[in-house]
């Protein structure tokens, strides 16, 4: 089932398929269910990039266009006769060397997102080292352990995260810190 998102998308991109879908959903429940997932097939790449790269996205709708120019083309071209199978045959190779250039260019865009990730992720891996360089200090250490004692008898603190869960309080003992 589209969600309400994706019918709008396609409203504003391809407003025919939009239109036939919505007309299913009315006449054929059965039928829309499957024309939908198709759809989601085709045009989800498109949709889910649209909100973060709209730049990719128009790629991959240029890419959908000229798939399906293609497509038409080698269709056309089965059934041409010899006069105009060497004009398909050269529409056909423009539509091909331009939906290469668009795959280059798709894919300098993701590896730029690539590369982005990449230095979002090392910044996140330097903070991480800082800081377990930081709690490696001695007297951060005997800080951090005093903080826990404090929170194991009821104080409590949140800059040093001892569990992934917070202390269960109940009438039993707490358990013993294991040994080194």
Do not use: C
């Not at 759809?39 to 990719?56: M, S, T, V």
């Not at 010899?82 to 045959?89: H, I, K, S, T």
């Not at 060397?97 to 300098?108: C, T």
Request: glycine share 2%; charged share 35%; aromatic share 6%.
């Amino acid at each position: 089932m589209p969600s309400d998102a994706f019918v709008e998308w396609l409203e504003e991109n391809y407003p025919e398929e939009a239109e036939r879908i919505k007309e299913l959903k009315q006449t054929n429940p059965e039928l829309f269910r499957r024309r939908a997932s198709l759809l989601r097939q085709r045009y989800g790449r498109a949709f889910h990039a649209a909100e973060d790269n709209p730049e990719l996205a128009e790629i991959f709708k240029q890419d959908l266009e000229l798939t399906r120019r293609r497509n038409a083309l080698l269709r056309q071209i089965r059934a041409a006769g010899a006069d105009e199978r060497a004009e398909l045959m050269r529409e056909l190779t423009e539509v091909v060397s331009r939906r290469y250039d668009l795959i280059l260019e798709r894919k300098q865009i993701e590896i730029q997102q690539l590369l982005e990730r990449l230095e979002r992720l090392q910044a996140e891996v330097n903070n991480s080292r800082a800081r377990l360089e930081n709690w490696k200090d001695s007297d951060s250490k005997n800080s951090n352990v005093g903080k826990r004692v404090d929170e194991l008898v009821g104080a409590t603190s949140d800059e040093f995260q001892w569990d992934s869960s917070p202390p269960q309080w109940d009438s039993s003992p707490p358990p013993a810190e294991p040994r080194p």
